[in-house]
């Protein structure tokens, strides 16, 4: 069992063993090799959300992420997965979302999870009307997740028109939730050699965030996952490795790196329960490769 | 210009950045005579776009909604009927036919403007990421090719480029400008040499 629920006082620990643990920690940039993984309070009434990238490519792989993906929520039973983008490689005939997507989570679909998907670079636009990624037709857009005071916001990162910029301003402007969660393929913030920050986009979206008190931000793009120090405020997840994985890709001496790993496929886990998200990311052994809590940022800046 | 549509705004705007680099080539003339060319050249271009548009839509009205639940095969044949019909009505398509003789200049000079700015290795760099070159042989009409992962456009790229409707798109494959069609997967024309070095 990956997750034991709580019961009473003790809290929930996601580590499978203690082996895995450690043999992840390895591989992971100043993670805390001494500190225990920050338990998920799998509270009642709070929202639970995974966070998936770069996966639909129908290899091994992703296979075994998804099945973790499904040993995990039989014990953190998350309702929503909210996708970075590259959910199907090549080609995207009706065969490929079978064999790329539905086959892989057919566990999560079938217990109800609903993917909130955006898209990457490798994907056809047309995806936005397969009915399983939720996208209604729309490439961006934005959706309240069913508990807690949370808004999500997708966005179509590789083509961001003036249209879609304005668009965000207003809905993140008018959103009243505490929590609004942007969440894109192309990170504004990443260790990568082969991609990483993509500062044009960033020149955009950061006043957007800024101003709109966004705090967790999540990407995909560069095959492995990482948590930034907290820039300007906000943390950035680039989590690309769902199905792909591009081994040794991180820069170990960037200045934002705060955890990496790219030795093996993984996803994340998330909580929030009023200002607080928890969150674990999860290798294919199901170890815990990074963990933490983050504070809900209460000051928009100007 | 704050009645303006965003649409509108961003053709003026174009037209704004494009005046002064042609006019140091024009000979002397009044000031309405230096703007018109320019502003003639990219509504003829916005023309040409909005007939296109119009022609996709006509066609696509002919196929039968999408349900809201469609599977990946109805929305595959779906995208794949789409592209029939466009190709068969613009069966003499040629490259140009979109982005016509008078307009191509001033696209090229648009986006000289972006890429020869402070940001232009950085913007030109992220449309290369995953840019495979040019690998392929481009067609109008043809469908775009499946295995080469659509080149990301930057914002500041796509604020000096005239705006388009949602049915089309600006791509780069290689140093190649594609005007892609967004719902039918299929390129609509392109412009070679237009991404510098």
């Known amino acids: 069992m990956l997750i034991t629920r709580r019961a009473a006082a003790l809290p929930l620990v996601l580590l499978l063993c203690s082996a895995a643990f450690v043999s992840a920690l390895g591989a992971v940039q100043q993670a805390p090799a001494a500190q225990p993984a920050v338990a998920l309070p799998n509270a009642d009434g709070s929202l639970k959300f995974a ?10 792989q992703q296979y075994e992420l998804a099945a973790v993906m499904a040993k995990v929520h039989a014990s953190f039973p ?4 909210i996708t970075v983008g590259d959910n199907i490689y090549g080609s995207e005939r009706p065969q490929d979302m079978k064999r790329k997507f539905e086959d892989p989570y057919k566990p999560l679909l079938d217990a109800g999870v609903k993917f909130y998907a955006s898209l990457g670079n490798h994907d056809d636009r047309v995806q936005s009307r397969y009915k ?8 961006y857009y934005t959706f309240k997740a069913p508990r807690q005071d949370v808004r999500f916001f997708a966005l179509e990162s590789d083509y961001p028109t003036p ?42 979206l950061e006043p957007i965030f800024l101003k709109n008190g966004v705090t967790a931000v999540f990407a995909g793009h560069d095959h492995f996952y990482e ?5 300007q405020g906000m943390t950035h997840f680039v989590v690309g490795s769902g199905g792909q994985l591009r081994r040794g890709n991180i820069d170990r001496k960037s200045p934002v790196l705060a955890v990496g790993f790219d030795t093996d496929q993984a996803f994340l886990v998330a909580e929030i329960q009023d200002d607080r998200l928890t969150f674990n990311a999860l290798s294919r052994t199901g170890a815990v490769v990074d963990s933490g809590v983050i504070e809900r940022r209460k000051e928009p800046r100007p | 210009m704050g009645f303006l549509p965003a649409r509108a705004r961003a053709w003026l705007a174009a037209v704004a950045v494009v005046t002064p680099m042609l006019a140091a ?3 002397p003339a009044t000031a309405q005579e230096r703007v018109n060319p320019q502003a003639r050249a990219l509504a003829h271009f916005r023309e040409e776009v909005d007939k296109y548009v119009e022609l996709h839509k006509k066609l696509e009205a002919t196929l039968p909604e999408l349900p809201k639940d469609a599977t990946p095969t109805q929305i595959d044949q779906r995208q794949r009927a789409l592209a029939a019909l466009i190709q068969t009505a613009r069966k003499g398509a040629a490259p140009g036919d979109i982005f016509e003789r008078d307009s191509r200049p001033i696209i090229r000079k648009l986006l000289y403007a972006v890429f020869a700015g402070p940001a232009g290795n950085r913007l030109r760099a992220s449309i290369n990421e995953e840019n495979p070159g040019q690998v392929v042989k481009l067609t109008v009409n043809g469908r775009y090719p499946d295995s080469i992962p659509v080149s990301t456009v930057p914002p500041q ?19 190649t400008l594609i005007l892609l069609d967004a719902h039918a997967h299929i390129i609509v024309d392109y412009m070679t040499g237009v991404l510098p070095r």
């Open chain 2, 25 to 27: 080539a024009s000979s």
């Open chain 1, 163 to 204: 249209a879609q910029l304005e668009w965000l301003q207003r809905e993140m402007a008018n959103a009243g939730e505490r929590w609004k969660i942007p969440y894109f393929h192309h990170p504004l913030y990443s260790s990568g050699k082969r991609h990483g920050s993509h500062s044009d986009l960033r020149d955009v």
């Open chain 1, 51 to 60: 966070v998936l990238g770069d996966f639909g490519n129908g290899n091994r």
């Open chain 1, 227 to 231: 948590r930034t120090r907290p820039q």
């Open chain 1, 78 to 81: 998350y309702e929503v997965v």
């Open chain 1, 132 to 139: 399983l990624f939720n996208m209604e037709g729309r490439t």
């Open chain 2, 157 to 175: 790229v796509l604020r000096a480029l005239p705006q388009l409707p949602p049915e089309l798109e600006y791509r780069f494959i290689g140093a």
